[in-house]
């Protein structure tokens, strides 16, 4: 199978990973890639964000499957002009990636289907966000209600500081102010074909910069898999996948099939589980990162079969994904003055000798090649995945790695799945 990858992150860089692990392996590129992924496939000099450019790509190349990993191509119509020229494709049509185009819209369709969230106002001006923070009083959740690359969300018991971050997003259009809900976090990511679902294993990442969860929020500095604390609330992970399929995914699939938006792709599923049962925080129309880092090294099952049943609607005839016993543990290697401002273009060295760890795998997420050495592009740069047979071996090979790899400037959180040790 001949597939294009859009993305030039770390999940993508992920996801090729994975492709290229089955037998047969299949013909892998990937649109416009990064230098991690074009030491592994060919890249291609493509806008991902122009649908016109990326159907035109895969008519005149043949290409059978397109994956698209990024969210700003799905809100963009990617997928609607790929499906439009007969090209199957992992990922849903604009009208069904406004579940995280806009918040607005998700809450609208978690009501609808009855899903359990929690309440929300939108508000378009400082007096309305001035209201709402009063009705619902302190820790504050404000969130952009378009995309904002993770750093859309505030909470926080500074009212001004609430105001602020309202502020600077009004300006970009409207925001939710949330309910605050207390609890621990969860992600699952479930494949859907807008009728069927099958589930992944469930992950959990951390979104604040600095240990102990201090710092603003990021796109996400680690993260690991499975949640072995599952067990102690719901018998098992299969038992809370059971409830998340039942209560969540598929109401809110077929809400979205009801309204004539069917979701072909991937349902992020931002959950968190408070006293009162589970809530969903947010929904995301495409694979999470970085938590795709630390569930696809653990897929027993060929993800290009799941990917591509998906895409054509077969999905329903495929057993549940299998898993193998083994943990994962990724860290992000961020830029000095990740999230602000980060500064680029620094030499990064180490790779190879971090490799060399058992069980350890890098994914890249912004580095491009400078003649003979890599230099980072952005605030993300690396994800430094582990596998192991327990969590203290996980973690020990990615700090392992982690200590061989030399970036001017850059930090990491030292504390990623350090309480399921």
């Not at 609607?80 to 009208?95: K, Q």
């Not at 589970?278 to 880092?293: C, H, K, S, Y």
């Not at 999905?315 to 898993?323: A, D, N, Q, S």
Request: glycine letters at 10%; proline letters at 6%; aromatic letters at 6%.
């Amino acid at each position: 199978m001949k597939i294009l990858v859009l993305g030039s992150g770390a999940r993508e860089h992920a996801i090729i990973t994975a492709l290229l692990r089955e037998q047969p392996r299949p013909s892998v590129e990937c649109a416009p890639g990064n230098a991690g992924i074009a030491a592994e496939v060919a890249v291609v000099a493509l806008d991902p964000n122009d649908p016109v450019a990326v159907a035109d790509y895969a008519v005149l190349n043949s290409i059978e499957l397109v994956v698209i990993g990024p969210e700003a191509p799905l809100v963009a119509g990617v997928a609607d002009a790929l499906r439009t020229r007969g090209i199957a494709v992992f990922g849903p049509d604009r009208a069904a990636a406004a579940l995280e185009g806009s918040k607005t819209f998700a809450k609208r369709i978690m009501d609808e289907a009855g899903v359990p969230t929690g309440r929300a106002v939108r508000a378009g001006s400082l007096a309305e966000t001035s209201a709402a923070l009063d009705e619902f009083g302190a820790p504050y959740v404000v969130k952009a209600d378009g995309l904002a690359a993770g750093k859309g969300v505030l909470v926080t018991s500074d009212r001004a500081a609430a105001l602020a971050h309202a502020t600077f997003w009004l300006e970009h259009g409207s925001v939710l102010i949330e309910e605050f809900l207390d609890g621990q976090e969860i992600s699952l990511f479930l494949l859907s074909d807008g009728h069927s679902v099958l589930p992944l294993s469930p992950a959990q990442d951390y979104k604040r910069a600095l240990d102990h969860d201090a710092g603003p929020n990021t796109g996400g500095m680690g993260a690991y898999s499975p949640l072995p604390w599952l067990d102690a609330r719901f018998g098992s992970e299969n038992e809370f996948v059971d409830e998340i399929i039942e209560t969540v995914a598929l109401p809110t699939i077929r809400q979205l099939a009801a309204e004539g938006t069917p979701f072909v792709g991937l349902l992020y599923c931002g959950l968190i589980l408070t006293d009162a049962g589970i809530r969903v925080i947010e929904f995301n129309a495409r694979f999470g990162d970085p938590e795709t880092q630390v569930v696809l090294p653990r897929l027993l099952t060929p993800l290009s079969g799941l990917l591509l049943a998906a895409a054509t609607g077969t999905l329903g005839t495929l057993p549940r994904p299998e898993f193998s016993a083994d943990v994962a543990v990724t860290v992000v290697v961020a830029s000095e003055n990740y999230p602000e401002s980060p500064l680029v273009g620094r030499e990064i060295t180490g790779l190879d000798a971090a490799l060399r760890v058992p069980g350890v795998t890098i994914a890249h997420a912004a580095t491009a090649a400078r003649g003979d050495t890599i230099v980072s592009t952005g605030g993300r740069v690396l994800s430094v995945v582990a596998v192991g047979a327990s969590f203290i071996e996980a973690r020990a090979r990615a700090y392992e790695a982690l200590g061989r790899v030399s970036l001017e400037g850059s930090h990491y959180r030292t504390d990623i799945a350090a309480r399921v040790a």
